[in-house]
């Protein structure tokens, strides 16, 4: 990986796509500590650290770089963009006239991110809007001067903003190395590293009693063991989301004039982890919504039914973990099924004179890679259920025995899959630039 980006800094236009990434990078970042108008940042600061635990806001600031916690320019970040697009996909697969719209070449995918900045724009807005009510209520009261100015102020602020980072990501796509919004998306879950380190070692209180030798040691000896944990999780989540099931191609021989095409063999490749971390992302959104509501209402009472009931849909309870996974494993065949179609796969097979050797083209192989796909996806939903609930297993195990809530790892593993996903995909577009070079030898 490292050569890769050694490689790709040798080359002059390479460089200059890296470089402009990295500036995009710093702009963004700037945003995201520039403050809002008629915003108290401490109020807002005090209320998040004792009320968002565990709910969608969290989740959110992870994935803002802490700017969702501050009110900032760029507190809604990516999401309303990520939210527009995959609305967009969805209402492709529903609707006749964005499907064809999507198989409308260059055009009609001009046509359709259009369609997501106008998306992105409004989402922002009704995003903002709600944000502005939430830092406008009683248990926050984040607001200076509160009025209709104010209000128009902040809403404007962030849809402005929200709509800045859509503008930086598509610069980055094309002038860029690309990835423009894994790319923001990657930067913010890094800034955020250092506070939920910060935050898990404030929990555990490595060093309350003194800095004795028998102390230091401890301490060393338990970041050694996490570090030795992250570097095997992080080389596990590198292995499953590079592998794939490669399932023989044959293409037959055609003779055009005096030349001959086809009967080279090849594979069709289908990847463990086709839907990437978005049947995550579903789950988690459902599951923390009970609580999120909760937080705008008065705790209830210990005993009674809502109690029982919010109890269920805290990341401490088995259930929550439960219901996480199964709805992980459901979300990952949900989306496959609207982003992967073994039937255009098999014509598209049997249009360019290729086949499966020892199936027929047509319905034969569609029916196979069909299965195919539903056997890998199976395991590779396992997959994302074991890095999503995993860390929330050890905050449970760590609840029970030693009463220490070690909220800062819930969402631990979900941002490791999303760094690492972007990190490869990153490394191999670097890769294919540097091929279509023609420098021979140059990745070896």
């Not at 609707?95 to 106008?118: F, V, W």
């Not at 250092?194 to 935050?199: H, L, N, Q, R």
Request: net charge positive; charged share 10%.
């Amino acid at each position: 990986m490292l050569k890769t980006f050694a490689n790709a800094w040798k080359l002059p236009d390479l460089r200059k796509k890296m470089i402009f990434t990295f500036v995009i990078i710093v702009l963004y970042r700037i945003g995201c500590v520039l403050p809002v108008p008629f915003i108290d940042t401490s109020a807002i600061q005090n209320w998040f650290s004792t009320s968002a635990s565990g709910t969608m806001l969290q989740y959110f600031n992870i994935l803002s770089g802490n700017s969702f916690s501050k009110a900032t320019l760029f507190a809604l970040s990516v999401s309303p963009y990520i939210t527009a697009s995959i609305v967009i996909q969805l209402l492709t697969v529903a609707i006749p006239a964005l499907e064809r719209m999507s198989k409308d070449g260059e055009e009609g995918k001009k046509k359709l991110t259009q369609i997501t900045r106008y998306t992105t724009v409004g989402i922002a807005l009704l995003t903002s809007y709600g944000y502005y009510v939430t830092l406008n209520s009683s248990s926050v009261n984040a607001i200076v001067n509160p009025g209709w100015f104010s209000a128009i102020v902040i809403v404007a602020c962030h849809c402005a903003g929200a709509a800045l980072i859509m503008w930086l990501a598509e610069k980055n796509n094309e002038s860029g190395i690309g990835n423009g919004i894994s790319i923001i998306l990657f930067a913010n879950i890094i800034s955020s590293l250092p506070t939920m380190v910060t935050g898990f070692v404030d929990t555990l209180d490595l060093a309350g009693s003194g800095w004795n030798f028998k102390n230091v040691t401890q301490t060393i000896l338990i970041y050694a063991l996490f570090l030795a944990i992250g570097v095997a999780i992080v080389a596990f989540v590198v292995f499953m989301t590079e592998s794939e099931r490669r399932l023989p191609v044959q293409y037959a021989k055609r003779v055009v004039g005096r030349k001959m095409y086809g009967g080279q063999s090849t594979f069709l490749p289908i990847k463990l982890n086709m839907s990437g971390v978005m049947p995550i992302i579903f789950a988690s959104s459902i599951l923390m919504l009970p609580a999120t509501i909760a937080m705008f209402f008065k705790t209830p009472e210990e005993g009674t039914f809502w109690y029982g009931f919010l109890s269920l849909f805290s990341t401490t309870s088995i259930v929550y973990v439960l219901i996480e996974l199964l709805l992980i494993i459901a979300f990952s065949y949900f989306y496959l099924a609207i982003s992967f179609n073994p039937v255009e796969v098999a014509n598209n097979l049997k249009k360019n004179g290729g086949f499966i050797p020892g199936l027929r083209p047509g319905k034969p192989t569609s029916d196979f890679i069909s299965n195919s796909l539903k056997k890998i996806t199976l395991i590779g939903a396992f997959f994302l259920g074991f890095i999503a609930v995993v860390p929330m297993i050890i905050n449970i195990i760590s609840s029970l025995v030693g009463g220490v809530d070690l909220g800062s790892v819930t969402f631990g593993g979900t941002s490791m899959l999303i760094v690492v996903g972007v990190v490869l995909e990153t490394v191999r577009d670097l890769q294919s630039q540097i091929t279509m070079r023609h420098y021979k030898g140059f990745l070896g």
